[in-house]
């Protein structure tokens, strides 16, 4: 389960307001709303791209403030809005295979895997 208690996010002109979010296992949720209001601010608070300016952000009631984004994403994951914001290879095998490949699994493994 992720919580983000009181989180909230200062930048340039910007201010997230203190916002509560509660994500249960397996729970898949869509985040919709006007421009600007904190949506992307929101996601990237939670897979780390982002420091909260105040407040937690707490998976299975353990901190992360402290956990790289490599260490979050073998967690937490994201599906952009556009999917060519995601891609970046231009053969699907090796798109499938790129996650793999910088885990440090051995070739031959990645190979069934993709394939499968």
């Known amino acids: 389960m992720i919580k983000g208690l009181n989180i909230s996010k200062k930048y340039k002109k910007f201010e ?14 869509a985040l919709i709303g006007e421009n600007g209001a904190g949506k992307s601010t929101i996601s990237k608070l939670i897979c780390g791209f982002y420091k909260p300016t105040e407040g937690q952000i707490l998976f299975d009631g353990r901190d992360l403030i402290n956990d790289t ?4 994403a073998e967690k937490i994951g994201i599906v952009m809005q556009n999917p060519n914001q ?10 499938v295979a790129l996650g793999l490949k910088v885990r440090g699994v051995p070739e031959e493994e990645i190979k069934n895997r993709v394939f499968e």
Not at 69 to 72: F, L, V
Not at 86 to 95: A, C, N, Y
């Open 16 to 29: 997230l307001q203190p916002t509560s979010i509660e994500i249960d296992k397996g729970e898949i949720v």
């Open 69 to 72: 984004i490599k260490e979050r």
């Open 86 to 95: 995601m891609i970046s290879k231009t053969m699907i095998f090796d798109e």
